[in-house]
């Protein structure tokens, strides 16, 4: 099979698309044909050298949807997607035509997502997902404010109606905004001064937001003026450097 394979770190020119021998699946594991991958930041940073404990040769790749090809016998033929925080890692990834999984990790695809939407979501959902309820979006009616529109932003925005938060306000540098959040009539601040950052908000939450979600890693300080007594501050952390 083709695959996306990396040797050494530092540099995207490490990755090359190589022949290898399709894997075999062993007692509990399940061959999945990947129909379409993601590709997330941790991925680039994963080949740059920024995830030391990755162990080489690898494939990089988290999250995928695809078919199954061999496994149980109820399985075979069901389209599936998923994500992993080892795939790409310690374990081969999903940028290859094949991929192996455990049994138990199989999750049928919905009807409604195409392949290439499907496996665009596992990354930036299941942190988002995380986020919110870690954060105290379980409970209903809650302010919230999602640092930064990329992929983990845009999955808070859309999942936080499911947890019953509608009080939404979206923050972002002028560049980064798309049409989306502006068509949609959510309020939008600008991100530009982390001193204003505060007041900024509390034009929108008087006393604050229940929940600050910086996806970017970057407003934390700038944050803590801007939460509510008891509120929140979620936040991606980054490895050093990057």
């Not at 695809?66 to 069901?78: A, C, D, F, L, N």
């Amino acid at each position: 099979m083709k695959a996306l394979r990396f040797d050494r770190f530092g540099s995207l020119d490490a990755l090359q698309l190589n022949e290898i021998d399709t894997p075999v699946p062993g007692a509990n594991e399940a061959l999945v044909r990947v129909m379409a991958a993601g590709m997330n930041p941790s991925d680039v940073k994963n080949v740059l050298g920024l995830f030391r404990d990755t162990s080489l040769p690898r494939t990089p790749g988290r999250d995928f949807a695809g078919v199954v090809e061999k496994g149980p016998k109820e399985w075979i033929g069901r389209e599936v997607w998923g994500t992993g925080s080892e795939l790409g890692f310690s374990h081969d990834g999903t940028h290859a035509e094949f991929l192996l999984i455990p049994t138990n990790a199989l999750a049928l695809k919905p009807a409604s997502l195409s392949f290439p939407l499907a496996a665009s979501c596992g990354v930036p959902y299941t942190t988002a997902w995380n986020a919110l309820r870690r954060g105290g979006l379980v409970v209903e009616d809650r302010r919230l404010v999602v640092i930064g529109v990329g992929a983990v932003g845009s999955a808070a925005i859309a999942l936080a109606p499911v947890l019953g938060t509608t009080q939404i306000v979206a923050a972002a540098r002028e560049e980064d905004l798309t049409a989306s959040p502006r068509a949609s009539g959510m309020p939008i601040v600008l991100l530009s001064d982390a001193k204003k950052f505060a007041a900024d908000i509390n034009e929108h939450f008087v006393g604050g937001a229940d929940l600050v979600f910086d996806t970017t890693g970057q407003w934390v300080d700038a944050a803590v003026g801007a939460i509510a007594e008891f509120g929140r501050i979620a936040t991606i952390a980054a490895p050093k450097g990057g």
